[in-house]
């Protein structure tokens, strides 16, 4: 079983800021098997990245992923209100695993 | 459009039964794989386990097997998670999702139902 653990648990911004997110796994996340997915209040999760820096479709271009094997980044270039929200890692090859997310709060 | 749409909310007694469903639309729902996603009350999301309605192969994850039943009916692409005696502490929001399996790997789940909240309470 592949643990995925997140940080920061939350991060304080200001719109406009920069948004780091990152993602660590307890062994090599195999093909890049590596997804995010922002969840906001009331709603379902949203497929934001996959294959570790691939954007999904609508996905603006503020948002990118990086990383390989065990460490992985979400980056939010320039925070827009409606980004305020709480973002999720995941490994999704044959037995998916989520990592406990970082809540990207307003400052 | 693909849609994802799960049954309505629920509030069961303990030691109740309980079948949730997810309707698939928009896609063929015998290629692709559906999984069933809790989140319990202001935690985050858990993996339960996948079903392919193509031919029904069920994949569990070791916290929920045994747990729970995961089934699919393809005549009415229609996925189901199932308790057999529900307890308190399944109280949570469930989502299903889906998700590819390409000769090339798999796909992360780019389409999710708008979930089903399960209250358990005496």
């Known amino acids: 079983e592949i643990v995925l653990t997140q940080s920061p648990g939350t991060l304080s911004l200001s719109p406009g800021e920069r948004a780091t997110l990152s993602c660590r796994a307890s062994?090599?996340?195999?093909?890049?098997?590596l997804a995010w997915y922002q969840q906001k209040p009331g709603q379902a999760p949203r497929l934001l990245i996959y294959g570790a820096s691939s954007r999904a479709t609508g996905i603006p271009d503020r948002f990118s992923g990086s990383g390989s094997g065990t460490d992985f980044t979400l980056t939010i270039s320039r925070l827009e209100p409606e980004d305020f929200a709480v973002y999720y890692c995941q490994q999704y090859g044959s037995s998916p695993e989520f990592g406990q997310g970082t809540k990207v709060e307003i400052k | 459009e693909v849609q994802l749409v799960q049954s309505g909310a629920e509030v069961k007694k303990p030691g109740e039964s309980l079948k949730i469903s997810c309707k698939g639309s928009?896609?063929?729902?015998?290629?692709?794989?559906i999984g069933w996603v809790r989140q319990m009350p202001g935690k985050g999301l858990e993996w339960m386990g996948i079903?392919?309605?193509?031919?029904?192969?069920?994949r569990y994850s070791p916290s929920f097997q045994g747990q729970v039943t995961i089934s699919a009916d393809k005549s009415i692409s229609t996925a189901y998670l199932q308790w057999s005696s529900l307890k308190a502490s399944d109280t949570a929001m469930y989502y299903c999702a889906r998700q590819g399996l390409l000769w090339s790997g798999w796909l992360p789940f780019d389409y999710w139902g708008q979930g089903t909240l399960v209250t358990v309470s005496s």
């Open positions: 079903i392919y309605p193509g031919d029904s192969d069920t």
């Open positions: 062994q090599s996340v195999s093909s890049s098997y």
């Open positions: 928009g896609y063929s729902f015998t290629s692709y794989w």
